[in-house]
């Protein structure tokens, strides 16, 4: 199962922003899935992971204020990202927490001070 993130942008200090991984196949068969971050300078980090059943795990630096949520029928996975900061700024990608596969080219997300 290949995955494609999108929906990155730029948004103001405070703002929110939905973004999206799509599965070219079944999703369903992944039972654990995670969003990570790299910004500039820094290292791939984990910010949020979901289970086949819903239960959600979130970075200290995001809880209570990014969501994570799953879509089998559709084959998707999102992350809602609420009052955002400048430091939430870099590129996200979703992945197979157990298995991860290649590393797509993921979506930038760019919070402006």
């Known amino acids: 199962v290949q995955l494609m993130e999108s929906g990155g942008g730029l948004v103001q200090a405070g703002g929110s922003l939905r973004i999206s991984c799509a599965a070219s196949?079944?999703?369903?068969?992944?039972?654990?899935l995670g969003w990570y971050r790299q910004g500039p300078g820094n290292k791939r980090e984990l910010v949020a992971r979901i289970t086949r059943g819903g239960s959600t795990n979130y970075a200290d630096s995001v809880k209570g204020r990014f969501i994570i949520s799953r879509d089998n029928a559709k084959n998707a996975v999102y992350l809602q990202m609420n009052s955002l900061k400048p430091e939430d700024t870099a590129v996200y990608y979703c992945?197979?927490?157990?298995?991860?596969?290649?590393w797509g080219q993921g979506t930038q997300v760019t919070v402006s001070s």
């Open positions: 196949g079944n999703i369903g068969s992944i039972n654990v």
């Open positions: 992945n197979d927490y157990y298995n991860a596969n290649a």
